[in-house]
């Protein structure tokens, strides 16, 4: 593979994890838990952009826009009956952990109910892929990365210049200083659920739309996503963008090359060529994840 062709495709991986990784991340900023229902609620609103693009007809860039705030009001209401009252019972970081696994499993069952199990692909029309020095990338891919690129803008433009980022890294500061200076903590943890589930939705739609979408998505990838977060600094959303292009070029030049040499011992065995196909991008993630933890757990750009 051409490192061109390495390259744009470590980009188009990382832009969709890093949209992934953000809401992540911020959950555990924020919240002080590991949010295992994340991905699941990606796979989710990526089903219901399916639903009004393929069967209601609805504009594709509308579709995903839609899906992205209903899946964000939904978050918004699970902080309202379940984690705001676990919240004001000072409930174990623990506790919070294995309900979040309870909704991932019980969202991923609903996806299934109501789509079957059966997998879907968006309708996007076969067009004739593009040649950028000498890598191949199709327009849906541009659009991926197009997407992502705005989302990075507006998340950074979110954080720094409205009351509501400003309100949000008071908080991730310091909690009880936010409290005193007024600001209403519950009310922007409930935003930050429902930015957090909003861009999990574009990262979801834009994985089945690259690839195939099928109940079992938000689990397949909950492992790449903790990477990305963990790799770039759990708790960090630039980290998590940082971890999300990390991992992407890892997991592409890992596939890319060939262990034919090394296991034919110098040339005295003729093995011919080696390489892991794409299925094994998990279980690199995996990998790379436990060596993280081991060399330096707080990530990239994590603190202690």
Request: proline letters at 3%; hydrophobic letters at 55%.
């Amino acid at each position: 593979m051409e490192i061109s062709q390495i390259i744009v495709n470590s980009l188009i991986r990382g832009a969709e994890l890093s949209l992934l990784a953000i809401g992540l991340t911020m959950v555990y900023d924020i919240l002080g838990f590991a949010n295992f229902a994340h991905t699941e609620f990606a796979a989710f609103g990526a089903f219901l952009g399916f639903t009004f693009n393929s069967l209601l007809g609805i504009n594709l860039l509308l579709s995903v826009v839609l899906a992205a705030l209903l899946t964000g009001l939904i978050g918004i209401l699970l902080d309202l009956s379940i984690f705001e009252k676990l919240r004001a019972r000072n409930a174990k970081t623990l506790t919070m952990m294995i309900i979040t696994m309870g909704m991932g499993i019980a969202i991923r069952n609903i996806s299934r109910l109501i789509w079957t199990s059966s997998t879907k692909n968006f309708p996007m029309p076969l067009l004739q892929p593009l040649k950028i020095l000498g890598a191949r990338i199709t327009r849906v891919q541009l659009g991926i990365l197009f997407i992502a690129a705005i989302s990075m803008v507006a998340f950074h433009l979110l954080l720094h210049h409205t009351k509501f980022g400003k309100a949000l890294r008071a908080i991730s500061d310091n909690k009880e200083l936010a409290r005193a200076s007024a600001i209403d903590s519950a009310k922007m943890v409930q935003w930050m659920w429902f930015v957090a589930y909003s861009y999990a939705v574009i990262g979801g739609t834009m994985l089945a739309i690259e690839h195939l979408l099928y109940p079992r998505l938000g689990f397949d990838i909950i492992i790449p996503v903790f990477c990305a977060a963990i790799l770039g600094g759990i708790g960090n959303p630039y980290g998590a963008v940082l971890g999300a292009l990390t991992l992407g070029f890892a997991e592409n030049v890992i596939i890319s090359l060939d262990f034919g040499p090394l296991f034919s011992l110098g040339g005295l065995f003729d093995v011919g060529s080696l390489q892991l196909s794409t299925g094994y991008k998990p279980a690199i993630s995996f990998m790379i994840l436990i060596l993280v933890l081991l060399i330096k757990p707080t990530g990239i750009l994590g603190e202690n």
